[in-house]
């Protein structure tokens, strides 16, 4: 793991990068409930956010998945069960090299950099592309199970390549997934595999251990 990540991560400066709108992929790690949530936040005032819970396996709501909707104080964003959902792991994120103006690739800029550049390198920083290629597909992969009927489904196993054949060949199903995108794929701000790291590990950790550090990333 990158070591600028790890320090981040232990304390909680991470957080204040949050941007709304922003969801949570969520992965059962029990055989109780849904196997998969999608949670989506959006700022509802001042002190409030509106927290939409998906159930994306579930029959379609329309062309969106069903949901339900709360408000929640924002102080809870980092606590409330609504949002650090019991029994529930997001993706793991995927850091990746940042090749840095001189043409040596590491994992953190190592030399002067202009504003703009600067710039770039933190946003690549806390929001590589391939964790944004990760969420696309993983939501992808939910979209072609119960937007695509079977006898339409391109059997091939890059979902690149899935959704250019839909985009392709079936414009009904692909606007049906741009607005997936729109609604539940966020993205702007650091990805919220690491904002949400140190909450999310936290319900599967003992407090005294807590010092540790405890993230997966590949």
Known sequence: MNIAIEYILRGTKINRLITYPCSLFLENTTKE???K??????????????VQRYTPLKLPQGDLPQYTEEVVPIKEVFTHPSIIVPNY?????????YCTPDKHT???????????????????????KKMANVREDWLWVIFNVVQIPVDLQYQHPQPT???AQVQKYYPEYWSK???????????KGPA???????????QFLKPELFTEPRYVFS
């Open 106 to 128: 590491s994992d953190m800029p190592n030399c002067v950099l202009q504003e703009r550049d600067y710039q770039e390198a933190r946003a690549f920083f806390f929001r590589p």
């Open 161 to 163: 390549l899935q959704r």
């Open 37 to 50: 949530l999608i949670i989506v936040l959006h700022l509802a005032g001042l002190d409030q956010l509106t």
């Open 192 to 202: 919220t595999e690491l904002i949400f790291a140190k909450a999310y590990q936290s």
């Open 89 to 97: 792991r997001m993706l793991e994120f995927r850091e990746e090299p």
């Open 177 to 187: 997934w741009e607005l997936w995108k729109r609604v539940l794929l966020d993205s």
């Open 33 to 35: 409930g849904e196997s």
